[in-house]
């Protein structure tokens, strides 16, 4: 059933750039109904889950036997919730997208390619097939970019193309270090994690890990590592950039989760310390750019390095605990994945929203607005709430994330973890003056509609999921926490 949720959606997106002829409607209709059976497909796997059962839907077949690499698959309480935040964003983006009208076979085939190589990601267990999947999800995102992109984007497009694939290429070198150092030789993710190959081979597994830590900070985004993100979420359709900061860039994180923590377990230890202070540099250097910008989507893009940097606090910070405090540890790890969904959620909303105010008013530029709350009320409610929860007001997910992380930090990096405190301040600020600018105050523009069916059935959702899960965080922590203490198990060994 996990492959079916995997490739349904690129077997509906080579089917409908088969049919010769077929109109934008059914191409819509087939987008949007290809999604919901994924999504169905995805909750039935979350009901049929056992919490804290290890690894489930496990698939596990010869592929590359040369080189000891096969098709394994298979989720647990750290992979499934990312799986049905991919599945849930692409459905709305879909619903978004409704209205579209340039080259729509193209750009819901493209989008359900995306859909298949995001959710393979997260359900690999091979290096191999990790690295795969990683690496497709840049050719189509480069290929949203530049086909439906604004004015710069075939430059951006580029920027982002060249820096991810740099990273993905340092990415597979460290995968060839792992593999050779294992006896024997393999890329199986779990009997990766099982032998700790690089155990006691300090300047071997420092430099293996490097090249991991550069591969997906790269993807995540982390600082010195951003530069390629405003300009491509600047550029990018609302829908592209929506999945570019919802999913792709959990990919990073969740590499770090998955592969970096449980294989080499003292490394990480030994480098815990640097990968905390990376985690407070992109928080604080996030948070106050993005203070300074004038563009509302430039401004949600450095947001993203803001809302990322905790997700490396809490895994920089777990490595240190790892051996001193198992409870801080696991609280840090379940934070950080509860972050990565949190996140996606409500940042994928922003960007949606952000795509509506481009449409109305064709520019991005907060000053170009102002009291747009009179003439859109629904679009500037949800714009608040989206803003609210991105500064983590309680009552929603991202202070959910937010506490867990800064409570499971605190006892192993107290000085980074205050540090980034000033974050959530100085993003507070900053969403309070965006919206005073664009929705309150006398109006500068008349006549901007407000929001449309299909937007507000692709935003409002992941508003209410983000809401859900703030007043109800055991949704989620019951299929995380499990997961996040034998992920402790494995680095604490």
């Known amino acids: 059933m996990l492959s079916i949720v995997v490739f349904l959606p690129v077997v509906a997106a080579v089917a409908l750039l088969a049919v010769p002829r077929v109109s934008d409607a059914v191409v819509r209709w087939t987008w949007i109904a290809v999604s919901a059976v994924d999504l169905g497909l995805v909750v039935a796997l979350w009901l049929g889950y056992e919490s804290g059962s290890g690894y489930a839907y496990e698939v596990n077949r010869r592929w590359i036997p040369s080189v000891s690499s096969g098709y394994h698959i298979g989720v647990d309480g750290l992979s499934l919730p990312l799986v049905a935040l991919t599945a849930v964003l692409f459905l709305a983006c879909a619903i978004y997208s409704f209205r579209q009208t340039d080259r729509i076979r193209s750009f819901a085939a493209l989008f359900m390619f995306l859909e298949t190589v995001c959710l393979g990601v997260f359900v690999s267990l091979d290096l191999i097939l990790f690295f795969v999947f990683f690496d497709l999800s840049i050719v189509g995102m480069y290929f949203v970019i530049a086909g439906w992109g604004h004015r710069n984007a075939a430059k951006a497009a580029l920027q982002f193309f060249l820096y991810t694939f740099v990273g993905s290429l340092a990415l597979l070198l460290g995968f060839i270090g792992l593999y050779l150092a294992a006896e024997p030789h393999t890329f199986d993710i779990v009997l990766l994690a099982e032998q700790n190959p690089l155990a006691g081979r300090g300047t071997i597994a420092a430099l293996v890990l490097l090249a991991l830590v550069v591969g997906l900070a790269i993807k995540t985004p982390t600082v010195p590592f951003h530069t390629w993100l405003p300009p491509a979420h600047t550029e990018a359709p609302a829908a592209g950039s929506a999945i570019l900061a919802g999913v792709l860039l959990k990919l990073g994180t969740y590499g770090f989760v998955r592969i970096a923590m449980p294989v080499l377990p003292e490394t990480w230890r030994a480098w815990g310390g640097v990968i905390v202070v990376v985690g407070v540099v992109s928080v604080l250097y996030g948070a106050l750019v993005a203070l300074a910008q004038r563009d509302f989507k430039r401004m949600i893009a450095y947001t993203s390095v803001n809302h990322m940097g905790y997700v490396i606090l809490a895994v920089g910070a777990a490595g240190l605990l790892s051996t001193s405090d198992e409870q801080a540890h696991d609280l840090a790890v379940a934070g950080a994945v509860t972050q990565m969904v949190s996140h996606g959620l409500i940042t994928g909303a922003l960007f949606l929203l952000a795509g509506v105010l481009y449409a109305r008013g064709g520019t991005y530029d907060l000053g170009a607005y102002g009291g747009l709350a009179g003439t859109a009320p629904r679009f500037a409610g949800l714009t608040a709430i989206a803003a609210f929860a991105s500064l983590g007001l309680p009552g929603f997910s991202g202070f959910i994330a937010e506490f867990q992380i800064f409570t499971g930090s605190?006892?192993?990096?107290?000085?980074?973890?205050?540090?980034?405190?000033?974050?959530?301040?100085?993003?507070?600020?900053?969403?309070?003056?965006?919206?005073?600018?664009?929705?309150?105050?006398?109006?500068?523009?008349?006549?901007?509609?407000?929001?449309?069916?299909?937007?507000?059935?692709?935003?409002?959702?992941?508003?209410?999921?983000?809401?859900?899960?703030?007043?109800?965080?055991?949704?989620?922590?019951?299929?995380?926490?499990?997961?996040?203490?034998?992920?402790?198990?494995?680095?604490?060994?």
Not at 421 to 436: C, D, E, K, S, V
Not at 441 to 460: C, F, H, K, N, Y
């Open 410 to 493: 605190l006892p192993g990096a107290p000085v980074a973890t205050a540090l980034a405190f000033l974050g959530i301040l100085i993003t507070a600020a900053l969403f309070l003056r965006a919206y005073q600018r664009v929705f309150l105050g006398s109006s500068t523009r008349a006549g901007v509609a407000d929001l449309t069916a299909p937007e507000t059935l692709s935003i409002a959702p992941l508003m209410v999921l983000a809401t859900v899960l703030g007043l109800f965080p055991r949704f989620l922590l019951d299929l995380v926490e499990p997961a996040a203490t034998v992920l402790g198990t494995l680095v604490g060994r």
